[in-house]
């Protein structure tokens, strides 16, 4: 790609890679990463003036497939706002940015917006407060694990080894 000087690469990530949500601290450590890894490698082409080559980070919110059987949308109106995702939703707009060319993708639109204004504008007790009252952190309560290779649930949680 670099020799050529032309490509694209998509990154795919999740708004869980953008803000830390309650009982996803693994999955949300790997999409982190992926936004950093994304990020990084942008910068790079940029200062090695490779033009020609591009890339997209995609950070979806949940996307209604068997991955995320159980995890609800926010309560009330907000779950209006932040809806679980369509496949064909998310593969159309991906399509869209790679076309045009966007190197960052968040889905639904709003929180394009919204996330970097709460994380850049309020104070952490806050935005856990506004989390809690829209149901961000309660939306994995349900979740229901469909990979054969689970994780072992039996080791003890970050709560339970913590001690105070």
Same mark, same amino acid.
């Given at each position: 790609?670099?020799?050529?000087?032309?490509?694209?690469?998509?990154?795919?990530?999740?708004?869980?890679?953008?803000?830390?949500?309650?009982?996803?601290?693994?999955?949300?450590?790997?999409?982190?990463?992926?936004?950093?890894?994304?990020?990084?490698? !942008?910068?790079?082409?940029?200062?090695?003036?490779?033009?020609?080559?591009?890339?997209? +980070?995609? +950070?979806?919110?949940?996307?209604?497939?068997?991955?995320?059987?159980?995890?609800?949308?926010?309560?009330?109106?907000?779950?209006?706002?932040?809806?679980?995702?369509?496949?064909?939703?998310?593969?159309?707009?991906?399509?869209?940015?790679? !076309?045009? !060319?966007?190197?960052?993708?968040?889905?639904?639109?709003?929180?394009?917006?919204?996330?970097?204004?709460?994380?850049?504008?309020?104070?952490?007790?806050?935005?856990?407060?506004?989390?809690?009252?829209?149901?961000?952190?309660?939306?994995?309560?349900?979740?229901?694990?469909?990979?054969?290779?689970?994780?072992?649930?039996?080791?003890?949680?970050?709560?339970?080894?913590?001690?105070?």
């Amino acid at each position: 790609m670099m020799e050529r000087n032309h490509g694209h690469v998509v990154s795919v990530s999740s708004m869980a890679g953008l803000v830390g949500i309650a009982n996803m601290m693994d999955y949300s450590a790997s999409k982190h990463a992926v936004v950093g890894l994304s990020e990084s490698l !942008r910068t790079e082409m940029k200062r090695l003036k490779l033009d020609g080559a591009h890339s997209t +980070c995609v +950070c979806p919110f949940f996307v209604r497939t068997g991955m995320f059987a159980g995890a609800t949308a926010p309560h009330g109106c907000f779950g209006w706002l932040v809806p679980l995702l369509e496949p064909h939703y998310v593969v159309d707009r991906m399509i869209e940015a790679i !076309r045009y !060319r966007e190197t960052f993708l968040v889905l639904p639109a709003f929180c394009h917006y919204v996330v970097p204004l709460l994380y850049g504008v309020l104070p952490r007790w806050m935005i856990d407060c506004i989390f809690e009252v829209v149901g961000i952190n309660g939306s994995m309560e349900e979740f229901v694990q469909t990979r054969n290779n689970a994780v072992d649930t039996s080791t003890p949680s970050l709560s339970e080894t913590v001690t105070t």
